[in-house]
């Protein structure tokens, strides 16, 4: 609209300015300026002055508040971005940024080293399989003969989504999933194993040889007849072949949930030949990971008959493999992004 009276029209060009300046756009209907004009209104003498300027005044009062209720209006919807990434995918060559060149960057020690042992139980006639690194209760722990509200769960302790998801406390979360998605095999004759490397979370007091994230490696194996001699060969084969020399292995009765009978399982100390150093608390022996022949309601719950199947299963930290075998004191250097440990592997 256009404003005849000089005030009107100074107000007016005063007030658009400071609502495009205003962040709070509702704040122009209280300002100074157009409650003067209202004043000023009220001071003018009855007769057509008087009205021919409030009327202005209000036609300016009902512009500002449709100006108001246009800002308020959602914006039209546009496709979403991802602000990570460096460009778009239709970014001519010639006009993308330059990146960091790959030649300056090296493969994480974990990632080198896990390449190293998923080869070893890949000739030793293991799958590969990836874990997850956010599940569901049910594959945590029901799944694995974790009854609600044992007290074993505990020891699992890990984190929570607002939703009821978790962080895996470790690998075995594939373990039914792979079991049913193979179980068909037996049938065949043929064994069920895998290997899956993951990222796992728990809630740990960190030092030296604890970290609230690290690597695991599960594995497992059914067929008929197996028992736990099968699962300490597996397990001493590789061991030997990841480090190069002949190990003395031995295990000690424990507690899993998913497993029965469990085992703790140690090595012969690779860096003194058992005569006794830093490094096994002048033991001669490491302890060095869980496993077990895979419980019967494991097997039940995955639907495979375990009358006459049978199986075993581990899971083993590749952080403390990997520390044993290069003499590494402090698992936190893995997560800490040390240019001068990562590049003693680069």
């Not at 756009?25 to 057509?48: C, N, Q, T, V």
């Not at 890990?158 to 470790?170: I, K, M, Q, R, S």
């Not at 095999?185 to 064994?191: T, Y």
Request: hydrophobic residues 40%.
């Amino acid at each position: 609209m256009e404003y005849h009276n000089k005030e009107v029209k100074a107000a007016e060009v005063a007030l658009k300015k400071l609502f495009a300046d205003s962040e709070d756009k509702r704040a122009i209907l209280r300002s100074p300026e157009l409650a003067a004009l209202f004043d000023r209104l009220k001071m003018l003498p009855a007769g057509k002055a008087r009205a021919d300027f409030g009327r202005e005044v209000n036609a300016l009062k009902q512009e500002l508040e449709q100006m108001v209720r246009e800002a308020a209006q959602p914006k039209a919807e546009v496709s979403a971005i991802d602000v990570t990434a460096p460009f778009d995918a239709n970014t001519p060559a010639d006009s993308r940024p330059s990146l960091l060149p790959m030649e300056g960057g090296s493969q994480h020690p974990v990632t080198q080293e896990l390449k190293v042992i998923l080869d070893i139980f890949s000739r030793m006639g293991f799958t590969a399989v990836e874990s997850r690194e956010i599940d569901d209760d049910y594959h945590m722990f029901t799944s694995l003969n974790f009854p609600p509200d044992h007290p074993a769960r505990d020891e699992y302790d890990t984190f929570t989504t607002d939703e009821g998801l978790l962080a895996p406390a470790h690998t075995s979360i594939m373990q039914n999933r792979f079991l049913k998605a193979h179980k068909k095999d037996l049938a065949k004759g043929q064994a069920i194993s895998a290997v899956v490397p993951g990222r796992v979370f728990r809630n740990e007091d960190l030092d030296a040889r604890h970290e609230h994230t690290f690597y695991q490696l599960e594995g497992i194996y059914v067929d008929k007849g197996i028992n736990a001699g099968h699962l300490i060969a597996t397990l001493k084969t590789f061991l030997e072949e990841y480090y190069g020399q002949s190990l003395e292995v031995k295990t000690q009765p424990f507690y899993f949930p998913f497993t029965e009978p469990s085992f703790e399982f140690a090595l012969s100390c690779p860096f003194c030949a058992k005569k006794g150093c830093q490094v096994c608390s002048y033991t001669g022996w490491i302890e060095l990971l869980g496993c077990g022949m895979i419980h019967p309601n494991v097997l039940k719950e995955a639907g495979i008959d375990a009358q006459t199947y049978t199986g075993f299963a581990w899971g083993m930290g590749i952080e403390r493999l990997v520390m044993m075998k290069y003499g590494i004191e402090d698992v936190r250097l893995f997560e800490s992004a040390n240019l001068k440990f990562l590049r003693q592997f680069s």
